[in-house]
């Protein structure tokens, strides 16, 4: 069965609210699966790349949940693999931003053993990612 683009408004707010903040059209993406192809992280994330577009597509906000938005390394293979031209790291941070705006703390420090020995570029770069808005 194939899924349409959003049919009722909370769906088509939350797309056109991810198209406005990456400033990427979602709707172009024809499900190639060559961003999902080449991710380095693909086999540790819970949907694919090419889901996540799919799910925005279709104004699925269950995306928000998802680990994948969360281990996206934003090292923009995707986006040199697109034939559509869609930088799939700018629809990740934008999925990033529209889950932290809910409020939850996705990172506790005190729970990070041994943060002290790991490269403090890594941990700030961490942080940021999971606490901007």
């Known amino acids: 069965m194939r899924h349409k683009f959003p ?19 979602v709707r172009k993406c024809n499900q190639c699966g060559k961003c999902s192809a080449g991710c380095p992280l693909a086999d ?46 700018k629809v990740m941070e934008a999925l990033r931003l529209q889950s932290l705006r809910k409020n939850i703390d996705h990172v506790k420090p005190s729970a990070i053993p041994e943060i002290e020995k790991l490269p403090q570029i890594a941990v700030v770069s961490s942080f940021r990612k999971m606490t901007s808005s």
């Open 44 to 89: 540790q994330m819970d949907l694919l790349p090419s889901q996540v577009i799919r799910m925005v597509q279709i104004g699925d906000t269950s995306v928000l949940e998802s680990k994948t938005i969360w281990l996206c390394a934003s090292c923009f293979t995707c986006a040199v693999r697109c034939p559509q031209g869609i930088d799939l790291a």
């Open 7 to 25: 049919v009722n408004e909370t769906q088509s707010k939350f797309t056109e609210k991810i198209i406005e903040i990456s400033g990427q059209n």
